[in-house]
């Protein structure tokens, strides 16, 4: 007996054009009542193409399989985990999704007057307070609408703090161990970027900073807890030896979710810092957007934050809310409207629904999970820091690139035990770099799946070594060649003929 296999099963799904058979039709509507339309008279000529004037021809259950088999191609935080490293990709509620969802706040339009806006107000207000409570921080704004736009808006602060005090200062001092966006966001701000070395446990070196502080340095960007997972346990001093220059600490809040009801960047010396709330506050992540950024502040910097800002009329603690634009040392508006409030309904939702003691026992577990994975693999794969970790760990492919193995071809072949890769070669200080974060979400059953899959993987390695240097064997699409594609030119896809 043949056994018969559906054609869409581990294979490509064909391209709706290649389906296509003239005459088939997904709808079924009355002849038309007026005369047809070119495309190009109604779009433009310049805005359409002759080789697709003419779209697939399929029927409507051809048309939703195509797209269902499509869908059933991703990955998903719905299926399973995400250990992207630095990336916090954790599982959002669907409470907050029904809350963004209630009408009053969903169909609010950002130009309505303000006496028919309190609602939507008083959300952004009490968000705003809360993070300022969380961050310890004296003032926030929710304007930024992703978290490098939030470093940019911190920094560009810093600036404006500096200039009125007659010195904007010329540099940025940046730690190898910071996030890939901060060097950016310096050079974008108009500032010169050096880099400061970690030391032998993976944190700043502090005497190399006290040397390289100066009055030509504005700030200093730490990610703290760093990209190594590991909380410079020198931040107070860090922040003093900057501050004795005049210089600033901005902190890259993006790793907050190692630090949430435990320890607040305002209590340790931070003068400015964004929050990601896609990666804390559980509001969706990737995808192109939308995100948001907020940057919360100490006071000194309050006067240079974006405007307009969020102010009670008449000073009076019950009175109605409204926007006060006269901020005359405010660096402007960074966003068009007030920023993308339908982040900001998710994560009030997020820290509502917790509150002050679920929000510290999310941190705490995300960190006993990081911990978890680090202790069950660390014989398996290099540790290159020994120092304690938080939220994340980054192992080294060392041991497996003794038998030609490197971390690209281990993250393919964890596909093929049914789990999305974690972060690739980064931190850039970690040769090889194995970048896991677990975040709170995983309970340990699912763990200790990742761990039998990537023990497994270690064991192929020391016994068939091809069997992961050819991985993934389980996709619809084999193994992709990132070097030789990297150099073939791109080609443009036609219709068929």
Not at 226 to 247: C, D, P, S, Y
Not at 349 to 369: F, K, Q
Not at 387 to 396: G, K, N, T
Request: hydrophobic letters at 40%; aromatic letters at 6%; glycine letters at 8%.
């Amino acid at each position: 007996m043949i056994k018969k296999v559906r054609p869409h099963i581990n294979q490509n799904e064909a391209l709706l054009f290649e389906r296509s058979s003239p005459g088939k039709r997904g709808y079924q509507l009355p002849p038309l009542d007026v005369p047809p339309v070119d495309p190009a008279s109604v779009l433009g000529a310049e805005n359409t193409r002759a080789e697709i004037a003419d779209f697939p021809e399929v029927s409507e259950v051809e048309a939703i399989r195509h797209f269902t088999r499509l869908s059933t191609q991703n990955y998903a935080i719905d299926l399973g985990l995400y250990p992207l490293g630095s990336c916090t990709m954790k599982y959002n509620p669907r409470v907050n999704e029904q809350v963004a969802r209630t009408e009053g706040l969903a169909w609010a339009h950002p130009y309505q007057p303000e006496s028919l806006a309190q609602g939507i107000l008083e959300v952004m207000a009490v968000l705003e307070q809360m993070l300022a409570e969380i961050t310890g921080m004296d003032a926030v704004t929710l304007q930024p609408a992703a978290g490098a736009h939030g470093e940019f808006t911190g920094i560009l602060m810093v600036r404006a703090l500096l200039e009125s005090q007659g010195h904007p200062r010329k540099k940025l001092l940046i730690p190898d161990s910071a996030h890939g966006t901060n060097p950016a966001t310096a050079a974008m701000a108009g500032y010169a970027v050096e880099n400061i070395k970690s030391n032998n446990l993976g944190m700043v070196d502090v005497d190399e900073l006290a040397r390289a502080v100066d009055q030509d340095v504005a700030a200093l960007m730490l990610t703290n807890p760093n990209t190594l997972g590991v909380f410079e346990q020198n931040v107070t001093r860090i922040a003093g030896i900057l501050h004795a220059k005049g210089a600033q600490l901005y902190m890259d809040g993006a790793n907050m979710n190692a630090l949430v009801g435990v320890a607040r960047p305002g209590d340790f010396g931070a003068d400015v810092m964004h929050l990601n709330l896609h990666k804390t506050f559980s509001t969706p992540h990737g995808g192109g957007g939308p995100g948001s950024g907020p940057v919360a502040v100490k006071q000194h910097l309050a006067p240079f934050l974006p405007k307009p800002r969020l102010a009670r009329a008449n000073d009076g603690a019950n009175g109605r809310w409204t926007w006060n634009y006269d901020l005359p040392q405010s660096v402007g508006r960074v966003r068009a409207f007030y920023g993308n409030i339908g982040m900001h309904i998710r994560a009030l939702a997020y820290i509502m629904a917790h509150g002050g003691d679920g929000l510290r026992n999310a941190t705490l577990d995300a960190v006993l999970n990081a911990n978890y994975l680090r202790v069950l693999l660390e014989p398996y794969y290099q540790l290159p820091h020994q120092a304690p970790i938080l939220h994340e760990c980054v192992f080294s492919d060392a041991r497996q690139a003794q038998r030609g193995v490197r971390t690209g071809d281990i993250a393919k072949r964890l596909i093929d035990y049914g789990f999305h890769p974690y972060t690739v070669s980064f931190p850039l200080i970690v040769p090889g770099a194995m970048m896991i974060e677990p975040t709170e979400t995983e309970g340990k059953a699912e763990l200790d799946l990742f761990v039998d899959a990537l023990v497994s993987i270690a064991k192929e390695i020391e016994e068939t070594p091809d069997l992961v240097l050819t991985a993934p064997h389980d996709t619809r699409t084999s193994r992709v060649d990132e070097v030789t594609a990297a150099r073939k030119p791109i080609l443009r896809w036609a219709a068929p003929k």
